[in-house]
């Protein structure tokens, strides 16, 4: 019987987006998912460095629209700073690790988190014709979720992006009146839909769905204008304030309009 041959050392995946936030979702998504086990970092090239893990844990805190992953990118960012660069990773490392992957979508690979040497997924990320394929089970489990996670976390950010964009004008009043020309009600609606629509069956357990309804019912009656009425205003800024979004120094109502949302409004 042939011995094995080795294998190549892995590296960790990259990737380029035009849009820059759904970029750097994704590639802190893969550097992370490396850090799930020792095993995985010894199968690396080139193991990622502290700094490019807090970086990476930066991406997820400032641009994920789910809440669970992020106060999960939270606690690995806890367990990394206990981490000294040239020294031994912590075990909680690990642990933290394999919390916020489990919170994005990945389940734990068949052969156990800790047996885990990554090369399944290099496999089948190649996309050739000659790459060879995982286990049937593996390749059910991670690797369609590995691009799932990736692919809802850059869908979820544009939907939250627009909303915000969207709100923050009609949260606005003296803003709003200074346009020489308004969205029509089916655009206002439509960028409200999509955030609905992303979170799917998570939709319920998130704070701005009861907020983010209500105005869609407001707007789905209202003909765009100069003048925006007060209760579409109100749930606009109820809205914001479920997402995060904190009311601008002057207030809702002071001329210099609102603060600077996650994104554009492409739509």
């Known amino acids: 019987m042939e ?21 750097a979702l994704n590639n802190a998504f893969y550097l992370l998912r490396e850090m799930t086990s020792a095993r995985r970092l010894s199968t690396l090239a080139r193991r990622p460095t502290r700094s490019e893990v807090l970086a990476a844990l930066g991406d997820y805190i400032a641009h994920f629209p789910l809440e ?12 990394v700073l206990t981490w000294s660069e040239g020294e031994e990773i912590p ?33 089948i990320d190649r996309d050739t014709d000659d790459a060879e ?35 923050g004008e009609l949260a606005s009043p003296p803003f709003w009146a200074e346009a020489t020309s308004w969205p029509s009600r089916e655009h206002l609606v439509e960028h409200v ?52 979004i904190q009311e601008p120094p002057g207030g809702w109502d002071a001329p210099e309009g609102p603060p600077e949302g996650p994104g554009n409004d492409s739509g």
């Not at 080795?6 to 987006?17: A, I, L, V």
């Not at 991670?142 to 691009?147: G, L, Q, S, T």
């Not at 990736?150 to 909303?163: E, I, P, T, W």
């Not at 799917?200 to 003909?223: V, Y």
């Open 133 to 167: 394929p995982p286990p049937e089970v593996e390749a059910a489990a991670a690797p369609r979720n590995y691009r799932d996670a990736s692919r809802k976390a850059a869908q979820l950010a544009q939907a939250v992006a627009g909303a915000v964009n969207i709100a």
């Open 91 to 123: 075990p909680a490392v690990y642990e933290a690790a394999r919390g916020f992957m489990l919170s994005v979508g990945i389940r734990e690979p068949p052969c156990g988190w800790e047996n885990d040497d990554g090369y399944h997924v290099r496999a």
């Open 3 to 23: 011995p094995d041959r080795p294998r190549e050392p892995r590296t960790f995946r990259r990737t380029s987006d035009h849009d820059e936030e759904a970029e």
């Open 68 to 79: 669970q992953p992020r106060e999960r990118a939270r606690e690995l960012r806890e367990a």
């Open 193 to 244: 839909d999509r955030l609905l629509s992303a979170f799917g069956t998570e939709l319920d357990q998130q704070k701005f769905a009861a907020p983010a309804r209500r105005l869609r019912a407001l707007l789905s009656a209202w003909e765009p204008g100069p003048e925006i009425p007060a209760d579409i205003s109100e749930a606009a800024r109820e809205l914001l304030a479920a997402l995060g």
